[in-house]
């Protein structure tokens, strides 16, 4: 979910364990979608996008499902790793004409894998 | 593959200073964005450009400058720096990248700018 405040929403999983992060966005014109991944001191690392027109898009351990009904994007971490613990967040953008590269940010998700 | 890079990496400067922070990338991607991040804001975008000497203001152009007279090099300036521009600043790149839908952002690792 997207943070309130000063204080990230957080999710503490078990290592082995699959994670699900959420985002709700608010645009319903919007047409693409993405989820980054960042850690402590680094930049935001691309995990997985997907358009408008798919449901579900997968990647090595990941899984992005979008719900245009309710506005709705999850993130599906499978056996989740230690090395997965960061702050993930979601990304839109919004179709319009010209400028239609640029992205709004979610505020993120931090994840802690516990071993 | 370089990708996408950024200059100094940490930078500490007193208000009124002009400061530039550089950005570059190797992918000949057309679209190009900075970002600055705070806690409680996350991602802001600053300006962005969509080629060569084309460039717009995004979400809080105040007090910055950009240039793009090459596709690769995005410089952004803070023509007199204040302590609120004391954030952590992210160049990003898009464009057409082989496997990959073009609208992807790359970000690079960042520039700490700290203004006393």
């Known amino acids: 979910g997207e943070s309130v405040g000063l204080h990230l929403p957080t999710l503490s999983v078990q290592e082995g364990d699959n994670s699900i992060i959420n985002c709700a966005y608010s645009n319903s014109a919007s047409d693409y979608f993405i989820w980054y991944k960042q850690e402590s001191g680094k930049g935001p690392q691309f995990i997985i996008d997907?358009?408008?027109?798919?449901d579900k898009r997968q990647g090595q351990r990941v899984t992005v499902l979008l719900n245009k009904t309710v506005k709705h994007l999850s993130l599906q971490i499978a056996a989740t790793q230690p090395g997965d613990s960061a702050v993930y967040f979601c990304?839109?953008?919004?179709?319009?004409?010209?400028?239609?590269?640029?992205?709004?940010f979610g505020k993120g998700t931090l994840l802690t894998v516990n071993p | 593959d370089a990708g996408i890079t950024q200059s100094p990496r940490y930078k500490i400067t007193e208000t009124g200073r002009q400061v530039t922070l550089m950005c570059h990338q190797t992918?000949?991607?057309?679209?190009m964005f900075w970002y600055r991040q705070d806690l409680g804001h996350g991602l802001r975008l600053i300006y962005y450009?969509?080629?060569?000497?084309?460039?717009d203001k995004g979400e809080v152009p105040d007090g910055y400058v950009v240039s793009r007279s090459k596709t690769e090099n995005f410089p952004l300036t803070l023509e007199s720096a204040t302590r609120s521009q004391t954030s952590v600043y992210f160049c990003?790149?898009?464009?057409?990248?082989?496997?990959?839908?073009?609208?992807?952002?790359?970000f690079g690792p960042g520039t700490r700018l700290l203004v006393l």
């Open positions: 990003a790149s898009s464009g057409p990248t082989s496997g990959r839908f073009q609208e992807t952002q790359y």
């Open positions: 990304a839109e953008k919004r179709s319009s004409g010209g400028s239609n590269y640029k992205l709004t």
């Open positions: 997907i358009r408008s027109n798919m």
């Open positions: 450009s969509a080629a060569a000497d084309i460039t």
């Open positions: 992918w000949s991607h057309s679209y």
